[in-house]
Every structure is written in C-alpha cells, then in structure tokens.
C-alpha cells in the first residue's frame, strides 16, 4: 500500500506541528509511527492500519501526541490504546475486527470531534482506564497515566451495528475475559482490577444523546457471551472493574451509571432549554449550570452525603424520583438561584450549608409556576441552616396566594391566609416607568413593583384580575393555571409575567390601561389600581394651520 507523507518525516529533535498526508489505501500505521509529537496526519481516503506478524488481534498502540483528520481508518488489530494523547477529527471508524472495538485512553486524552462509525462495522467503547489483557494474551501494554480523559466535540457518534454491542462510554479498564468457546464459562472471567487514576468525561458536542451510549464510572469486561461459542460483548462491572478516583463527567449528559467509582460528579450544562430526562443513578454531586432537566423515576443519588447545584435560570426537577417521590429525599449542600421541582408529598431535607434564592415548584414546574397545588400544611423542606430568603414558592392557580413559610428551624411549609406567616398579601403595586411605548405586532413589557407583608416574592402572575382599557373591561381566560386578557376591540392581548404586563397591540392608538387587584389578595382588604400609559406607534399633533380674519371697520 502506498503511504505518501507530505513533508517527509524524520524531523529534527523539537521540530513538532508538522502535517503530513496520507493518500487513499496508505498505510496509516507506518504513517503514525514516523511522525513526530504534535504532528497532523490528514486522510486522503482510506488509511489502513494492518496486523504486525505475531501480534495477532494485538491493541494498535500510538505512542506520540498526534492529531488524525479527514477520511476513514480501517482498523484491523483488536482496538487502538494510547501512550500520548490522540485526537481524531471528521474521522470515519471501521472496526472489522471485534475483539477489543475500542479506544483505551490508558491514563491520556482522546478527543473525538466529528468522529463517526463507518456502515457495517463495529460500533466503538471508550475508556479512560487501561488494558487487562486475557491470561494467553503477550503483547506489552503500558502502565496507564494519572487521569484520564475523554472529550466528545461535534456530531460524534459511537454507534453501528449491533454485532457486538452498541458503543458507550467507561471511566475504568477494559478487561479481557473468557474469549474462545472452550473458555467461556463464569469461572473464565477476567480478573478483578482497579484504575487508580482520575477521570474526566467531557460531552461538549452537539451530537444526540443516542450516539454516545451510557457513561459507565466502572470499567468493563469483553469476553464471549457465557453458553456461546463466538461473538464478543463488552459488560460493565461495578463490582469487579472499579475505579479509585474521581470521576467527572460535564456538558450534554447522556444516562450516567455512577456505580464503581469512588466518587462521581456530573455538570450539566445544556445549550438550549428543552427538557431533558436522563437517568443517573449512583452520583456523589449534581450542578445544574444551565438548562431544563427532569431526572427519571429510576434516578438516585448515592447517598445522603450529596450535594446539589441549580444555577441562576436552569431549572432541576426531583419529582418523580422514587427516594422521595412520595417521602423524603436528604442531601448534604445545595447552591441554589435556580428552580427546583419537587413531589407533592415529598421533602427534601438539606443537612448542610444553603445559599442563594431558590424557586420550588410542586409536581414540577410549568410556565414559572406549579404544576400540582401544593398540599396546605405540608413541610417541603428542612434545611437548619437556610435563612428567611433561601427558598420561594411558584404559586398555583388553586391558591396563588400560598407560600412556602419557615419557622425558626428552618422547616418551610406551605401555608396560605390573609396575613403574618400564614400568606403574604399584597400591600401595593404601581407601574415603574408609568408610561411606554409599542409597536403593532411585538411583544411590549410594562413592569411592576409589587410589595407585600412579609417580603417574599409577590406574585400578579397567577391572580385573576381585572384590567380595564380605555375604561372598559378586558375579557380575561385562563390557560393552565394563569391568565390571558384581550382588550374589548382585540386592540391588545394581554399576560403577566413574572410582575410584567406583556402586551401585544394591534392597533395604533394612545392606551390607558388599569390594573385591579382584588381585595381578597390585598393586605388592607381594599381594591389595589396602578394605572399606565401606552402608545403605539407614531403620535402627533396636527400642525397649527394661520387663519387670516378680515375685520370690517364699519362695524365698529
């Protein structure tokens, strides 16, 4: 096969950055072999990497920093294992043989950006750990690094056919286990082990979630199915292939199977606000930088020493989980500012430190508020070290004057009345600036500044008011727990938000808008008003027009 490297290799000591080519059917092996750290191999086509004499079904084994882009690699030895760091990019994978169809980072960084299974082959595992190779395996496998690491960029996908599995994504060792028919029995697996190193998975990509499998904090073991005599399948085994360090996964999560390793911690940072609902189980600590996540039924934490973290604006719903779907679901820290969703009977008991606001929303959260009624009387939280401010609740429309209330214990309760702790009636409202502008079409906000007894958040956004415009009342509809008004003419359609009139006109025109509460909701029992101007598109006076007036001295 023809390899042809462009500029030639056989660099001086230092010289590092250098792109070389491989053309269509060269041999990539030789390729890597002579290139130097740091170096690019680009595929023109089809690089092959073939069998050594005398290592058959051996781990290909890079040993330098490299980068290989472009095309596709024909990998004919049992897998590929690092001893550098390797980044693949806009690469098609063809693993035809499928002992070991895997990359093994031993201890390095592997990058796959764009990186893709070819069709008809072999879908492909990953593993941050090293190698156990089976007892009658020779070859040599290197001592793996410190930490390994995994970073997933692009539209990466570890799927194929379903030959041996589909591809996922381990923290520990890949082990060796019973690999002929006549070793294929429990007692033919492969030894217990441990990666002693740390682990970081980053799925930075935008890919699906399907294609990268599950993250596995254990490692796993490839042997032939026990009672049948070919094939080989990669199992994960918390129990017997553990790993000693710390395990971090971040970006896009995939489900997570936290089991094995000593610690585990997840990131989740989403680049959207769909809702997500993944299944994690076994997790040590979960932060929630941003998006909209929803943990399945079958989701857990592993124990009550973990920490949770809801960022500003993302939103992490806990309802459904089953420690505490209906009971009590303790963990030790939460860094809070965002929303949390939890059960309609359940408790969340925070043992340790709590900062930041929190929004909590029952039966999950829906349009910023509460998608069942919370339960009167029902303790929600414990949390001995959270203060006054720690914790607010999104209000549903069968009570939107109830609230999350604390005693001195730091136990919030949710509780509804007319006054003190018991509810948080509203004191005054008033539009600030009092006037605003518009245009037909578009979406105009109007803010408010909303005071109530006990300091809490006072919610407009789910009372039935009256708005009047121009004098005259707006029909008003409700729509899964909040509000909508439509001027009398359908000149504005309008909604409150988060204590904001949103308006959209349809018409030009100058509006004087009122808005009503009612005294039900109020802390003196008395009608609240504000009122605020609104003018849509361009308004003028009309220009003075001179008029000359001819007096008739005659008649004086």
């Known amino acids: 096969m023809a390899v042809t490297l462009l500029p030639p290799i056989g660099l001086a000591a230092g010289e590092t950055g250098t792109t070389h080519t491989v053309v269509n059917g060269g041999d990539l092996r030789s390729a890597v072999d002579n290139a130097g750290e740091g170096d690019t191999i680009n595929l023109q086509g089809t690089g092959h990497v073939n069998l050594v004499d005398g290592e058959y079904d051996a781990p290909w084994s890079i040993k330098r920093s490299i980068t290989i882009q472009g095309g596709t690699i024909d990998l004919r030895p049992g897998g590929i294992i690092l001893e550098a760091d390797l980044t693949l990019r806009n690469v098609s994978l063809s693993f035809s043989n499928f002992v070991r169809n895997a990359i093994i980072a031993n201890g390095h960084t592997l990058t796959l950006e764009n990186v893709t299974c070819a069709d008809r082959t072999f879908s492909v595992n990953l593993f941050c750990g090293g190698l156990i190779p ?259 609740l999104l209000p549903h429309s069968s009570d939107p004057n109830m609230v999350l209330a604390p005693d001195g214990s730091g136990n919030w309760t949710a509780s509804s009345g007319s006054s003190g702790v018991e509810g948080d009636p509203i004191i005054s409202l008033r539009f600030d600036p009092p006037a605003g502008h518009g245009t037909i079409g578009q979406e105009t906000e109007l803010p408010l500044v909303v005071e109530s007894e006990n300091n809490f958040y006072a919610s407009l956004d789910f009372l039935p008011l009256t708005i009047n415009v121009n004098g005259a009342p707006a029909s ?68 003075p027009v001179p008029v000359s007036i001819s007096v008739n001295s005659s008649f004086a």
């Open 134 to 392: 089976n007892d009658f395996e020779t070859f040599p496998v290197q001592a793996p690094g410190p930490e390994g690491r995994i970073v997933i960029l692009g539209n990466t996908d570890l799927q194929s056919t379903e030959l041996a599995g589909g591809g996922n994504i381990y923290a520990g060792n890949l082990c060796m286990g019973g690999m002929d028919g006549d070793h294929n029995g429990p007692g033919d697996n492969g030894a217990a082990n441990v990666f002693s190193g740390n682990c970081v998975i980053d799925l930075s990509g935008s890919g699906s979630t399907q294609a990268l499998g599950t993250v596995y904090a254990c490692g796993a073991q490839q042997r032939i199915p026990i009672g049948a005599q070919s094939g080989k399948c990669t199992y994960p085994d918390p129990d017997n292939y553990t790993v000693a360090g710390t395990v971090h996964i971040s970006g896009k999560l995939i489900p997570i199977r936290g089991a094995g390793a000593s610690v585990v911690d997840a990131t989740y940072i989403s680049p959207n606000n769909y809702l997500t609902n993944p299944t994690m189980t076994d997790l040590s600590s979960l932060r929630l930088e941003k998006g909209n996540l929803a943990l399945t039924q079958d989701s857990n934490f592993r124990d009550a020493s973990a920490n949770l973290a809801v960022s500003n604006g993302a939103t992490l719903d806990l309802s459904k989980l089953i420690s505490g779907a209906g009971g009590t679901l303790t963990i030790q820290d939460l860094a809070g500012g965002g929303f949390l969703g939890l059960g309609q009977s359940q408790t969340l008991c925070i043992t340790g430190a709590v900062s930041g606001e929190t929004s909590v929303g029952i039966g999950g959260i829906f349009n910023n508020a509460s998608s069942s009624a919370p339960i009167q009387g029902h303790t929600y939280i414990r949390a001995p070290q959270s203060s006054a401010s720690s914790f607010r």
């Open 476 to 543: 008003r509809k409700e729509e899964d727990g909040y509000y909508t008004y439509t001027s009398r003419l359908s000149e504005l359609f309008m909604t409150i938000c988060e204590n904001t009139l949103c308006v959209t006109p349809y018409e030009d025109g100058t509006y004087s808008i009122e808005l009503v509460v009612p005294k039900k909701y109020t802390k003196a029992g008395q009608t609240l008003r504000s009122s605020v101007t609104l003018t849509v598109g361009e308004t003028t006076q009309p220009t």
